[in-house]
């Protein structure tokens, strides 16, 4: 057993539709297997949500939200 933990990492969709956040991320589980954190991406509003409960966010798409809203 590693001992690791996983955490989800909230990212910011501009638009309906988008494949990749704003920052570029690929959803889903991180390429590092050493890091075994999901990425998951939102619509302003709900990543906004999110971040205001303390969940663990993307700086820059939070940055970016934070300046969108």
Do not use: F, K, N, Q
């Amino acid at each position: 057993m590693s001992g690791l933990t996983s955490t989800t990492v909230h990212h910011l969709y501009i638009r309906p539709g988008d494949l990749l956040p704003a920052c570029g991320v690929t959803p889903g589980p991180d390429r590092d297997p050493c890091i075994p954190d999901w990425h998951t991406g939102h619509a302003l509003s709900v990543l906004l949500a999110v971040a205001a409960d303390g969940a663990a966010c993307c700086t820059l798409c939070l940055e970016l939200a934070e300046t969108m809203s």
